[in-house]
């Protein structure tokens, strides 16, 4: 069974770019869930991802936004990068049996984004 | 509103037991979690508990829930140096997860 995957580990962009993350959920997992943890404090949710369409989200603004392919597998993309916007962003993945559920989530090492 | 609320720091001697503690706000949160997350490293899930449970235990650690005064702790007996972590308390909320800002336990030789 393999885990949760994420790619790129490190990434350095600049104020204003735009970033694309990318994430594989855990075999027979089927919702991805996205988080945002600044420096000391505990991880946000962002969005979360089931049957390719968003399921629920944070208090984050439309420049976060999200994709999910047939396979599960996911995206977090986030345009006009700010300086606050430097983080580590976790996938998590699960199974969830229906919109609005939630089931016990894996994370993956996590994106570690600086934006400068 | 959505808050779960933990101490920041823990220290406890080699051998010893350590107990973090956490308090949430959603009565209807149907599981609770504990993560442990170690320095440069994503979350791992160390243990959960139904709401409809009072006590799990699961090796060393032992989670008790008070679902009265919306109490939740996880006790790790004999503490090694490689519990030297931050660990995160957390509770389900509809298709989210909602996260304290954790309690980094730091082991004392």
């Known amino acids: 069974e393999t885990g949760v995957t994420q790619s790129p580990t490190h990434l350095i962009k600049t104020r204003g770019q735009q970033v694309t993350l990318r994430c594989s959920s855990q075999?027979?997992?089927?919702?991805v869930s996205w988080y945002q943890q600044a420096l000391g404090q505990g991880p946000q949710f962002i969005f979360q991802?089931?049957?390719?369409?968003?399921?629920g989200r944070g208090n984050f603004p439309p420049r976060f936004s999200g994709l999910q392919f047939p396979n599960y597998s996911s995206e977090l993309n986030v345009n006009a990068l700010e300086l606050d916007d430097s983080a580590l962003y976790l996938c998590?993945?699960?199974?969830?049996?229906?919109?609005?559920?939630?089931?016990?989530?894996?994370f993956g090492p996590g994106t570690r984004l600086t934006v400068l | 509103g959505e808050d779960v609320e933990q101490s920041l720091f823990l220290s406890v001697r080699e051998g010893d037991s350590s107990v973090i503690n956490c308090t949430y706000t959603?009565?209807?949160?149907?599981?609770l979690y504990w993560y442990k997350q170690e320095p440069g490293a994503g979350l791992q899930l160390l243990t959960y508990?139904?709401?409809?449970?009072d006590m799990k235990q699961d090796q060393r650690l032992t989670v008790l829930l008070n679902k009265k005064d919306k109490h939740l702790s996880l006790r790790i007996a004999d503490t090694q140096t490689g519990d030297s972590a931050i660990y995160f308390c957390?509770?389900?909320?509809?298709?989210?997860?909602?996260f304290g800002k954790g309690t980094r336990l730091h082991i004392l030789p």
């Open positions: 998590a993945s699960s199974s969830n049996q229906g919109v609005g559920t939630t089931d016990t989530q894996y």
């Open positions: 075999s027979g997992h089927n919702t």
């Open positions: 991802y089931y049957r390719e369409e968003e399921n």
């Open positions: 959603d009565s209807s949160s149907t599981y």
């Open positions: 508990i139904f709401s409809n449970m």
């Open positions: 957390a509770e389900s909320m509809g298709d989210k997860i909602i």
